[in-house]
């Protein structure tokens, strides 16, 4: 049996969604970057462009996650803007992060 990567609940072999959590199953790729604070505002902005992302994590030094991002935010811009807010807090607090991108393959 196949196991969500979202919530963990068992798939059907046939699942296109976890009847979970709703996630969408399939192949995901997954990508870091490391940026400085000064840069992580843009290339987060830069990473919500490009589409196809799931979700994206925000790392300080230490590997603790500091902001998850779902995907949807990118989707509807009103709702961006307190999730900038966020990061530009987190720019403050951490010299660098790692930004990890969960992509629908």
Do not use: H
Not at 14 to 32: I, K, L, Q
Not at 69 to 76: D, R, S, T
Not at 91 to 105: G, K, M, P, W, Y
């Amino acid at each position: 049996m196949d196991v969500c990567e979202s919530c963990g609940g068992t798939l059907t072999s046939d699942a296109n969604f976890c009847s979970r959590c709703g996630a969408p199953v399939g192949r995901v790729v997954t990508e870091e970057f490391s940026v400085s604070s000064k840069e992580l505002i843009g290339k987060i902005e830069e990473i919500l462009q490009q589409g196809s992302v799931r979700r994206i994590l925000v790392k300080d030094e230490k590997g603790r996650t500091l902001l998850e991002i779902p995907a949807w935010v990118g989707v509807v811009g009103a709702l961006l803007a307190p999730w900038l807010a966020a990061l530009g807090v987190i720019a403050a607090l951490a010299s660098r992060c790692t930004i990890t991108v969960i992509r629908q393959a």
